[in-house]
């Protein structure tokens, strides 16, 4: 039988599709290893990429404003903060803001705090890592941590930087303030680097170490802050109980006026707003209620109540105070 030498045979087509089989195999293979060595790679790299740490507003003394991109709004739990903004607290105010390891920044009246840069780094098989850079323009600034904050392992990298002087903060707790007069700083627990142009750095790193400096007056050694100085300290930055504190899960409610005009409503809602208290408007049937809600307790939501009647341009005559059931 003759046999065409360029028709292959049944033996040698099936040879051929053999080898065309494995060869395609082979291709498979090594492809899916490169994609699998690619996400590998990618993964790593996003495990250990910096990403944008949350700082929340966990609590608020009214009156009180977060400032972002120059524009201003009323502060209010459970707000997020990113970069460049600024949380703002009034005469009598103060804010309470949560990090993403869990510590807490406290800050007093009449403060004024920027979030430069806050970031956090999650590297497999590493402790979490997060690097903060603040500037506290003016007004009290105390940052602690705790239990919680501590058993997460988080390794922590804060500057904070004042008037006169850039603080590295390698403690746990420690308070500091600056405005047209002086800068100030006591650490509680822990260490902190008190670094000024060309001068040796400050080492503060024992309970109730004191550093302080005044405009305009030589710099003096470090020194220790007396009992009656860490009590005045730590309350400049505590919340007052019944003095218009809004938190998480707050179930008061002030409320500020009910309108019948949508037009009155809302601009007794932009007054509170713009005067720092987060006001929302709720209608229905026909009346627009301005309210003020998670207020913490029923003494706070009347302090808010007094605070905004005592204005009259506030146009706040009547009001009440509810039990926010829901």
């Given at each position: 039988?003759?046999?065409?030498?360029?028709?292959?045979?049944?033996?040698?087509?099936?040879?051929?599709?053999?080898?065309?089989?494995?060869?395609y195999r082979t291709r498979l293979a090594r492809y899916l290893r490169a994609l699998m060595l690619i996400a590998c790679v990618g993964g790593l790299g996003q495990a250990t990429q910096a990403a944008a740490a949350n700082t929340v507003v966990e609590a608020v003394q009214l009156p009180a404003w977060v400032e972002r991109q120059g524009q201003r709004s009323a502060a209010q739990p459970g707000q997020q903060?990113?970069?460049?903004?600024?949380?703002i607290t009034a005469d009598g105010a103060r804010m309470l803001l949560r990090l993403q390891d869990r510590s807490v920044i406290k800050l007093g009246e009449k403060t004024q705090l920027q979030i430069d840069a806050m970031a956090v780094r999650q590297p497999r098989g590493e402790p979490s890592s997060i690097t903060s850079s603040l500037r506290l323009i003016t007004g009290v600034f105390r940052y602690a941590t705790d239990y919680t904050s501590k058993a997460l392992g988080y390794k922590r990298e804060l500057n904070l930087q004042m008037a006169t002087a850039t603080l590295g903060i390698r403690?746990?707790?420690?308070w500091s303030m600056t405005d047209a007069e002086h800068d100030a700083v006591c650490v509680f627990d822990g260490s902190v680097a008190v670094v000024r142009d060309a001068k040796p750095?400050?080492?503060?790193d024992k309970p109730g170490a004191f550093w302080v400096v005044f405009t305009g007056q030589p710099e003096q050694p470090a020194g220790q802050a007396t009992p009656d100085q860490l009590a005045k300290f730590i309350g400049q930055a505590e919340m007052k109980q019944g003095s218009g504190i809004l938190l998480q899960g707050g179930r008061w409610r002030t409320v500020a006026g009910v309108r019948t005009r949508v037009?009155?409503?809302?601009?007794?809602?932009?007054?509170?707003?713009?005067?720092?208290?987060?006001?929302?408007?709720?209608?229905?049937?026909?009346?627009?209620?301005?309210?003020?809600?998670?207020?913490?307790?029923?003494?706070?939501?009347?302090a808010v109540l007094a605070r905004l009647q005592a204005n009259p341009e506030w146009g706040v005559t009547q009001g009440r105070v509810v039990w926010a059931a829901n």
């Open positions: 039988m003759y046999t065409d030498p360029y028709t292959p045979s049944v033996k040698h087509t099936h040879s051929i599709s053999q080898h065309r089989q494995g060869f903060l990113r970069d460049n903004d600024k949380a403690g746990t707790d420690f750095e400050i080492v503060l037009s009155e409503a809302v601009a007794l809602r932009l007054r509170l707003q713009t005067a720092g208290y987060p006001a929302v408007m709720v209608s229905n049937n026909g009346r627009h209620e301005v309210r003020i809600n998670q207020l913490a307790t029923r003494e706070d939501a009347e």
